[in-house]
Structures are given as C-alpha cells and as structure tokens.
C-alpha cells in the first residue's frame, strides 16, 4: 500500500539517469548533525529501484503464476546483499530506517499474490520472523520518540502491513510456528534464503510468547501512531478485530500451558502411597508405611 503510488507506472515510463555520486561541503542538517555526503540518498536509490522491479512484476504484471519460484529468493537474497554493502560510518538513525525497510520489502515480496499464489512453511516462517523483528524494532523507535522526523503516517501503514502478514502466517500455520521446529527450505530453490533475525529474548523466550508480546506491542504502536495521524486510529481498530481470534488462542494455550498437570497436582496426596488405610481405622497402629 506505502509503494503504489511511487511505483505506479512502468520503469520504462521514467527516462531519468541514476543519481551521481558527489561530494558536499560539510554542513548541519536539521537535526544538528553535520553531513558531508549525499551517501544515504544514493543508497536508498538503489533500494528503491530494486522495490521497482520486483513491485510491477508480481502486482502490475499478469496474473500468472511465476514458472520459476526460485525468482523471489533471488530477489530477496540481492535485497540482502545490498545490506550486506551498507557502509559502517551511516548513522545510526538511517541504518534503523534501512532495516526496517529491508524487512518490509522482505516480508511483501515473499507474501501470497496471483503470481506466488502458495506459501512453502519455510516461507511462512521467513514472513514469521521478519515481521517480528520489524514490529519489535518499530515499537521501540516510537515510544521512545527518537528521530521523529523520519517517520510518517507511511509507516503507520507499513506496521498494519506487516502485522496483517504476521497474523495471517499465525492464523495458516499455527502449530507449526509456535513448535520453533525449524522446516526445509523449498526443494526448488537454488539461491540460499538469508539468514533468519538475531532471536531475541534469548532461546527459553518460546514462539508462543512472542507472538504475544508482538502483538500486544504491535497494538501500543498503532495507538502511538494514533496520537499524530488520525487515520491511524482506525489502523488501530481494524488491527484490534482482525487479530482478535489469534490473540484470544493464543491467550488460551498460555493459560493451559501454565496450568499445573494432574501428576503435580497429586503430588500432595503422595504422602498416603504405601500407608495400610484399614489398619490407620482400626487404630492399631499398622498405620506406617508398608516395607
């Protein structure tokens, strides 16, 4: 939705060179930061072309299906690559920014479309993943209201993006995203998928409490974004319906998870294995235990 009307119209309809490099005095941006290089721009612009291509390809093209799924992994290990490239001396705040950019281009390729009509499991835990560490990411960068000025009603959009994609993969797979059994990757696929996000919340923090955790965090995030733009009010609100089903599940595994087991609860009554009961009742004294 964020790349319809950028990428609207065919690159053949744009005849404009790519940007060249060029050095610029050093001078203070906005934010007090001095910078001397058009870098970032130039990178994005890289980005973006890549958005292009593979945007009118799977949306602006027929509706045939792809004779060789092997084309999105491509595409998506060149994304990879090109952050693989980004230089160390970019502040951190682009760097954010081309993440979260990098894991939504991620995540919407690799969703169902006419021309990639089915997901593999493997794909299913790719979106899985991505679409947490983005949602995670992006709950930090607006609570803690760090380099406001980048961020737009677009990325209200991009976090109800992400999250109808991570409560959908929940909805379709369920058992097998919250085991953490790791699946194959598609048979077909020559081009080595990039590697899945750091975890974080180390390996004891199971699927089944992130996926909460996101999505209760995906929830606080739209009503942050609530208090700039209005329209994100109503992101909230269709968020709050169509996660609703998955979020009251969930809850109930948790709560069934954490209930004590029969075994527990008899462990109190353990103290009466071996003991004669008709001796105790006759009371005379055969109430120890057997030997």
Same mark, same amino acid.
């Given at each position: /939705?964020? $790349?319809? !009307?950028?990428?609207?119209?065919?690159?053949?309809?744009?005849?404009?060179?790519?940007?060249?490099?060029?050095?610029?005095?050093?001078?203070?941006?906005?934010?007090?930061?001095?910078?001397?290089?058009?870098?970032?721009?130039?990178?994005?612009?890289?980005?973006? &072309?890549?958005?292009?291509?593979?945007?009118?390809? $799977?949306?602006?093209?027929?509706?045939?299906?792809?004779?060789?799924?092997?084309?999105?992994?491509?595409?998506?290990?060149?994304?990879?690559?090109?952050?693989?490239?980004? *230089?160390?001396?970019?502040?951190?705040? #682009?760097?954010?920014?081309?993440?979260?950019?990098?894991? =939504? +281009?991620?995540?919407?390729? /690799?969703?169902?479309? %006419?021309?990639?009509?089915? $997901?593999?499991? =493997?794909?299913?835990?790719?979106?899985?993943?991505? %679409?947490?560490?983005?949602?995670?990411?992006? =709950?930090?960068?607006?609570? +803690?209201? !760090?380099?406001?000025?980048?961020? +737009?009603?677009?990325?209200?959009?991009?976090?109800?993006? @992400?999250?109808?994609?991570?409560?959908?993969?929940? &909805?379709?797979?369920?058992?097998?995203?919250?085991?953490?059994? @790791?699946?194959?990757?598609?048979? =077909?696929?020559?081009?080595? *998928?990039?590697?899945? *996000?750091?975890?974080?919340?180390?390996?004891?923090?199971?699927?089944?409490?992130?996926?909460?955790?996101?999505?209760?965090?995906?929830?606080?995030?739209?009503?942050?974004?609530?208090? !700039?733009?209005?329209?994100?009010?109503?992101?909230?609100?269709?968020?709050?319906?169509?996660?609703?089903?998955?979020?009251?599940?969930? &809850? /109930?595994?948790?709560?069934?998870?954490?209930?004590?087991?029969?075994?527990?609860?008899?462990?109190?009554?353990?103290?009466? #294995?071996?003991?004669? #009961?008709?001796?105790?009742?006759?009371?005379?004294?055969?109430?120890?235990?057997?030997?």
């Amino acid at each position: /939705m964020v $790349l319809t !009307r950028a990428f609207s119209f065919t690159d053949a309809a744009v005849n404009v060179g790519f940007p060249r490099p060029f050095i610029i005095q050093p001078q203070a941006s906005i934010t007090g930061q001095y910078l001397s290089s058009c870098e970032p721009a130039l990178l994005l612009f890289q980005l973006r &072309r890549a958005q292009s291509h593979w945007y009118q390809l $799977l949306t602006q093209s027929d509706s045939t299906p792809l004779p060789n799924p092997d084309f999105i992994w491509q595409i998506v290990r060149q994304m990879q690559e090109w952050a693989e490239r980004l *230089p160390n001396t970019l502040p951190i705040s #682009v760097r954010e920014l081309f993440d979260l950019e990098l894991r =939504y +281009s991620f995540v919407y390729c /690799m969703s169902p479309s %006419a021309k990639l009509p089915a $997901l593999t499991d =493997y794909a299913r835990l790719f979106i899985f993943e991505h %679409a947490i560490a983005y949602l995670d990411h992006i =709950y930090d960068i607006a609570h +803690s209201r !760090r380099n406001i000025g980048l961020y +737009s009603y677009h990325d209200a959009l991009r976090v109800f993006f @992400m999250a109808s994609q991570f409560v959908a993969v929940l &909805r379709d797979a369920e058992e097998l995203l919250l085991s953490g059994i @790791m699946p194959q990757p598609p048979p =077909y696929s020559t081009t080595m *998928p990039p590697p899945l *996000p750091r975890r974080m919340g180390g390996p004891g923090f199971d699927n089944l409490e992130r996926s909460l955790g996101c999505l209760e965090r995906t929830a606080s995030t739209l009503a942050r974004y609530g208090e !700039r733009w209005d329209d994100s009010v109503s992101l909230r609100r269709t968020f709050d319906i169509i996660s609703q089903d998955v979020v009251d599940r969930l &809850r /109930m595994r948790r709560q069934i998870k954490h209930q004590p087991s029969p075994l527990q609860n008899m462990q109190g009554d353990m103290r009466w #294995v071996g003991v004669d #009961v008709e001796a105790m009742m006759r009371g005379n004294g055969g109430g120890g235990p057997r030997t």
